[in-house]
């Protein structure tokens, strides 16, 4: 008889193949990039592991994300089926948007991203991979930077004009 644990270490098994094909050889490299609330590098060795034998909704619905997996396969791969990656997009099309992530994409400032991001994929042609990867770690490492420094600005503005306020 099959168990859970038996049927997690089977998906885990996939997981980490499927990890290999997005490029990612180093469970570490792949953490670090699609880490997000209740999925972060513990959950994601779990999983791919089979530790556990059950995970939240939202860690899930991230590791569909991260993982590319269409949306709900995951838990049907628990009882034998096969998860099924996120098709490519053609290449004049956009890129697949993975549902659980199009709430950052409705923000001013997750359309932002979206742009940057779009633009530096656009302007890495003829690029190696390493060189694609180091520009893009070292764009979102300064927008983080700028980001951080700017909402600590705006909170200061603000704090400011609410004691003005309060004074007058």
């Given amino acids: 008889m099959t168990t859970q644990s038996d049927q997690w270490r089977r998906v885990g098994e996939w997981l980490i ?3 290999t094909d997005l490029g990612y050889r180093q ?7 699609h880490a997000r609330p209740k999925f972060g590098a513990r959950v994601i060795i779990d999983m791919e592991g089979g ?3 059950s995970y939240g909704d939202d ?5 569909e994300g991260a993982y590319q ?3 709900g396969t995951l838990r049907r791969a628990l009882s034998g089926d096969i998860p099924e990656p996120i098709p490519a997009a053609p290449a004049a099309g956009p890129e697949p948007v993975v549902v659980q992530e199009e709430h950052i994409l409705d923000t001013e400032i997750g359309q932002a991203a979206y742009t940057v991001l779009r633009e530096l994929k656009e302007g890495a042609e003829g690029r ?9 770690k070292a764009t979102a490492e300064r927008i ?3 980001i951080a420094l700017f909402a600590r600005m705006k909170r200061m503005e603000i704090e400011e004009r ?3 306020a309060q004074e007058g």
């Avoid at 860690?59 to 590791?63: F, G, L, N, Q, W």
């Avoid at 190696?128 to 893009?136: C, G, K, S």
């Fill in 128 to 136: 190696t991979d390493a060189q694609q990867e180091e520009l893009v």
């Fill in 162 to 164: 609410r004691r003005a």
């Fill in 27 to 33: 469970r570490t490299a792949f953490a670090r990039d």
């Fill in 69 to 71: 997996i269409q949306p």
């Fill in 51 to 53: 530790v556990r034998d």
């Fill in 59 to 63: 860690a899930v619905i991230a590791a």
């Fill in 144 to 146: 983080k930077t700028e």
């Fill in 17 to 19: 193949a499927r990890r």
